[in-house]
T-cell receptor
């Protein structure tokens, strides 16, 4: 069984500051990892995903995440926050090996202060 | 229409009502999902269908009844709900088991359900 822990249910950053959203996972098999974003009154949209290969993954809107197996982490970063980044962010894990279901974290709400 | 659509977007119902939520995907996917999103809780996977067959039922109360007549349509029939069932219900689709374990799930905008 797999699980996802997102540290911090709410993160506030100033516009132009670094965004760091933390995600740690637990999986008994090599995981596939995802970050989704949810804007108000909308469904979830994929930001980026890690499957195999390069551990630094680039996504949409300037976000990137690094898979660190030794730390079982997949933290999401963006060098400079923009007001439009204010949303809720969800980390998710798929256990692979024929599974196509995702286990989601509780989400982190990002606020961007002008 | 493109992507995943859900209707209605908002629904208010009494505890004795019967209503249905509808989801349609225009992506040619084989798997469809129902999730419940409540405040301060993780997304809860409710049901999974792959090639119209239900492959997952995460101990969901029988007052929620899913139906998947084909790979493009998914319904959630609701009856005698409780106030604690008020939540955002999200539908998603993906390529399913045939698409591999890293295939992306595409989400609809959700139905905001309020049970009075």
């Amino acid at each position: 069984a797999q699980s996802v822990t997102q540290l911090g249910s709410h993160v506030s950053v100033s516009e132009g500051a670094l965004v760091l959203l933390r995600c740690n996972y637990s999986s008994s098999v090599p995981p596939y990892l995802f970050w989704y974003v949810q804007y108000p009154n909308q469904g979830l949209q994929l930001l980026l995903k890690y499957t195999t290969g390069a551990t630094l993954v680039k996504g949409i809107n300037g976000f990137e995440a690094e898979f660190k197996k030794s730390e079982t982490s997949f933290h999401l970063t963006k060098p400079s926050a923009h007001m439009s980044d204010a949303a809720e962010y969800f980390c998710a894990v798929s256990s692979g090996a024929g599974s196509y279901q995702l286990t989601f974290g509780k989400g982190t709400k990002l606020s961007v202060i002008p | 229409e493109t992507g995943v659509t859900q209707t209605p977007r908002h629904l208010v119902m009494g505890m004795t009502n019967k209503k249905s939520l509808k989801c349609e995907q225009h992506l040619g996917h084989n798997a469809m999902y129902w999730y419940k999103q409540s405040a301060k809780k993780p997304l809860e996977l409710m049901f999974v269908y792959n090639f119209k067959e239900q492959t997952e039922n995460n101990s969901v109360p029988s007052r929620f009844s899913p139906e998947c007549p084909n790979s493009s349509h998914l319904f959630l029939h609701l009856h005698t709900l409780q106030p604690e069932d008020s939540a955002l219900y999200l539908c998603a689709s993906s390529q399913g088991a045939s698409g591999g374990p890293y295939n992306e799930q595409f989400f609809g905008p959700g139905t905001r359900l309020t049970v009075l």
